[in-house]
């Protein structure tokens, strides 16, 4: 196992890359907001071949909850994080405090702009906003060749990619699939906030996604498509739509004529947590 080494503050961390950019080593970074499963190590894994050096921060970050979302419940286990993380190979973890990140109230807003318009961006309003100042912060002190993002969040991977080509970000950005368990459902955080019965019906979510896809290459209309993803979610589980949505990927419109991928994306609520999940599906001709 290489040995990890674990700073708080953006000093130390720049002081740490500085040496190693002095060297010549590229750097390959993994965003996260902890309690890592193995979606987050998939990420560590494409880090590792691509670059020397891998960076992960672990930063639950408040800007990016609304009010009465689940910022004070989002799972947290700084210890059995640093475990994974050296066992996954990365070589710096940063771990820095909201006042190290924040440290005065910043005037400064980012706006995502139409393909926040569906999905999350509408039903967690200003929840992108807050990703792309975290990220953009994030950027700023990581400096990374490479930043890995996973599938299972496609509209913020969408947005970010945008948000880099937009702005000139020095970082390439590479898109990771999903990882699943064994019965289908997406390897997320939140998972663990599921009650016992809830995780077993919360594979009905990827299936119902694999049964939209079907009704995709068949030509079913779009809302018809959306309708029955959501009624087969709504029979075979006790999860309540959030939203199901069928879009052009990755411009997140409802224009579908002039796209290669559509996506049906959706984010169901069961009693304690609310899980989101997609399918891409690419279009013939
Ligand atoms: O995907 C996440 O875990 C977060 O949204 C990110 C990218 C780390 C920003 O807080």
Redesign the pocket.
């Known amino acids: 196992m290489k040995e990890l080494t674990i700073v708080h503050t953006i000093q130390e961390l720049q002081e740490l890359l500085n040496g190693h950019r002095r060297q010549g080593l590229t750097v390959g970074y993994v965003?996260?907001?902890g309690f890592l499963h193995e979606g987050h190590l998939s990420l560590v894994e494409q880090a590792r071949q691509h670059n020397d050096l891998v960076v992960m921060?672990i930063?639950v970050?408040p800007a990016?909850f609304g009010p009465g979302e689940d910022f004070e419940a989002y799972p947290r286990d700084a210890q059995r994080d640093a475990g994974l993380a050296a066992e996954a190979g990365v070589d710096i973890l940063f771990m820095p405090s909201a006042e190290e990140m924040y440290p005065q109230e910043g005037g400064i807003r980012i706006l995502p702009g139409a393909q926040a318009a569906e999905l999350c961006g509408a039903s967690r309003p200003g929840h992108f906003d807050g990703?792309l100042k975290?990220?953009l912060k994030l950027f700023n002190i990581v400096d990374p060749d490479r930043s890995y993002?996973g599938m299972k969040?496609a509209q913020?991977l969408a947005i970010i990619e945008t948000f880099v080509r937009d702005f000139n970000l020095r970082t390439a950005i590479v898109r990771v699939p999903t990882v699943r368990e064994q019965d289908g459902l997406a390897k997320s955080s939140r998972n663990v906030h599921l009650t016992e019965l809830e995780r077993m019906e919360a594979p009905a979510i990827q299936r119902a996604l694999q049964k939209g896809a079907l009704l995709v290459a068949e030509g079913a209309k779009v809302k018809d498509i959306e309708q029955q993803v959501a009624d087969a979610i709504v029979k075979n589980s006790s999860g309540s739509i959030d939203y199901v949505s069928l879009l052009a990927y990755p411009a997140l419109t409802r224009d579908i004529d002039n796209t290669n991928e559509v996506i049906i994306a959706c984010a169901v609520k069961f009693s304690k947590t609310r899980l989101i999940d997609n399918i891409i599906i690419p279009l013939k001709g």
């Open positions: 965003p996260t907001m921060s930063f970050n990016q990703v975290v990220v993002f969040d913020q």
